[in-house]
């Protein structure tokens, strides 16, 4: 074990839960109504503490156990075999345990952002349960957990498409199911509180170092670098969203710049491991335009109420970050060259068939759990309680007295 290395991913660990707690959770509180703002940060919370045990009980067992290239099999189900001197690398075997853990978190968490002010509490904690073994783990497996996606050369370093393209295609299929909020999208209240929401933003940004440069799994060079390129491409992402408003609407507003930040770090994230810091830049500035102008094509256009736009934000900028990297990763481009077996051709290839696999699992197991799960379990509340608000209503309580 390096000490050095275990000393930043113990770090690490503590950053990417600070992304959801408070981070996200505040992120996304900013952006609802007053009366929801309490069932947001309890969205999160509740995630938070029950994937924790689920990660412990059997799934990371499912990611990173010594099954085959599709699943890890049920051996390290309660951590077995796992003690105080287990090593995974140069680090604990029980730290990476809690580093990927963190990452479990958060993935669900960013698709409370397609259904807040009209799911039922229940339904939450159930679709998350069962998305976590039946989705996300698998995945896990297959990219990172030396499954068959990790065969094929599949780049994805901090998880563009391990976590942003889950979430983002899971949360556009239940946005779907579920239907818009009353009103959308004509006469939907805006965010209650952008400070709020600038707030979390502003965690997000610190977390995501750990969130990527933590992935690195070792205190070295690759680690500075992944850092390096993700502040670049999350400041260059909120520019570019803010031009792409002040072009529109002639102002750019604090909703708007941090949201372009997130997508920066969105784009980034599969590549934070491969580009130089002229790629990091340029895939901030990709991810802030391509990202802007899908939250116009899904909500205008489209008409789905992906409230907090997880799909448009995490899943386009996930996969065009992990579609790009198979260009900015050459060496020529600054970044730190293609496998020796690869061409860009080959690569960009790969990449592509693991973005469409990944998707496709992604809606069609959130398609079949909303449906199952629909038979047990209340998924909307009724349009009383909508008006209400779920604060009240969920959880006997408000975040605001006198409103």
Not at 319 to 340: E, H, K, T
């Given at each position: 074990m390096e000490g050095a290395d275990t000393a930043w991913i113990l770090t690490s660990t503590a950053l990417v839960l600070f992304m959801t707690l408070p981070g996200l959770a505040l992120f996304y509180a900013g952006l609802v109504r007053s009366q929801n703002v309490l069932s947001v940060l309890m969205n999160c919370f509740a995630i938070a503490a029950t994937v924790s045990i689920l990660w412990f009980v059997v799934a990371y067992s499912i990611a990173f156990g010594d099954g085959n290239a599709w699943w890890g099999g049920l051996g390290k189900s309660f951590l077995a075999g796992v003690g105080v001197d287990t090593v995974s690398g140069t680090i604990p075997e029980s730290l990476f345990f809690m580093f990927q853990m963190t990452f479990a978190i958060i993935t669900p968490a960013l698709i409370v952002g397609a259904y807040p002010e009209r799911?039922?509490?229940s339904f939450v904690i159930a679709f998350t349960l069962v998305w976590v073994l039946l989705v996300y783990a698998p995945v896990v497996h297959w990219v990172w957990g030396g499954g068959f996606l990790a065969e094929m050369g599949l780049i994805d370093f901090a998880g563009g498409i391990v976590v942003h393209v889950t979430a983002g295609v899971s949360a556009l299929v239940l946005a779907m199911m579920l239907g818009p909020r009353r009103g959308f999208p004509h006469d939907v209240q805006p965010p209650h509180n952008p400070g709020m929401t600038m707030i979390g933003a502003s965690m997000l940004w610190v977390g995501w170092f750990g969130f990527n440069a933590g992935s690195a799994l070792a205190a070295d060079g690759s680690a500075t670098m992944a850092m390096t390129v993700t502040h670049l491409s999350a400041a260059a992402g909120a520019i570019a969203w803010s031009v792409m408003e002040l072009i529109r609407y002639r102002k750019a507003s604090l909703v708007g710049a941090v949201t372009g930040m997130v997508a920066g770090l969105a784009t980034i994230t599969p590549a934070s491991g491969s580009v130089g810091p002229v790629g990091g830049m340029l895939l901030g500035l990709a991810g802030g335009v391509v990202c802007y102008s899908m939250t116009q094509l899904i909500k205008q256009r489209l008409k789905i109420d992906d409230s907090l736009d997880v799909f448009a934000v995490h899943g386009i900028g996930g996969?065009?970050?992990?579609?790009?990297?198979?260009?900015?990763?050459?060496?020529?481009?600054?970044?730190?060259?293609?496998?020796?077996s690869m061409t860009?051709?080959?690569q960009l290839g790969v990449q592509a068939f693991g973005i469409v696999l990944v998707a496709i699992w992604s809606g069609v197991l959130t398609f079949i759990i909303v449906k199952v799960l629909k038979m047990f379990c209340k998924f909307r509340v009724d349009e009383e309680t909508e008006v209400q608000g779920l604060d009240l209503a969920m959880h006997g309580e408000r975040g605001y007295h006198g409103m």
């Open positions: 799911i039922h509490f996969a065009l970050g992990s579609l790009l990297v198979a260009f900015f990763v050459a060496s020529a481009l600054g970044g730190r060259g293609l496998a020796d860009m051709g080959s």
